[in-house]
Nanobody, 120 residues
Framework: QVQLVESGGGLAQAGGSLRLACAASGTFLSINGMGWYRQAPGKQRELVATITKGGSTNYADSVKGRFTISRDNAKNTVFLQMNSLKPEDTAVYYC??????????????WGQGTLVTVSA
């Protein structure tokens, strides 16, 4: 079993910055891709950014140039540095991980979410 625990959410002003972190704990073989998704009120959950174990990244167009995803494989932790925040970035941000439990078993795991609120 594995748990993803997010931290770093909160309130920021437009133009400000926040840094999210998500740490994986439990018993597993390794973690492949990790990522951040978000869900704003009344909207569907959407991809924000993903990162492979090797460090290749992918971003939603809406956050390119403002957000940076990174990870520490030794600590099974993924980060999201959010700069130049906009009110439309307000959402619950969810961490996601592709976890390998054995050579035959892998599962997508989600964190509980952390709220980011950006005021105008």
């Amino acid at each position: 079993q594995v748990q993803l625990v997010e931290s770093g959410g909160g309130l920021a002003q437009a133009g400000g910055s926040l840094r999210l972190a998500c740490a994986a704990s439990g018993t597993f073989l390794s973690i492949n891709g990790m990522g951040w998704y978000r869900q704003a009120p009344g909207k569907q959950r959407e991809l924000v950014a993903t990162i492979t174990k090797g460090g290749s990244t992918n971003y939603a167009d809406s956050v390119k140039g403002r957000f940076t995803i990174s990870r520490d494989n030794a600590k099974n932790t993924v980060f999201l540095q959010m700069n130049s925040l906009k009110p439309e970035d307000t959402a619950v941000y969810y961490c996601n991980a592709d976890v390998l439990f054995s050579m035959l078993t892998r599962k997508e795991v989600w964190g509980q979410g952390t709220l980011v609120t950006v005021s105008a």
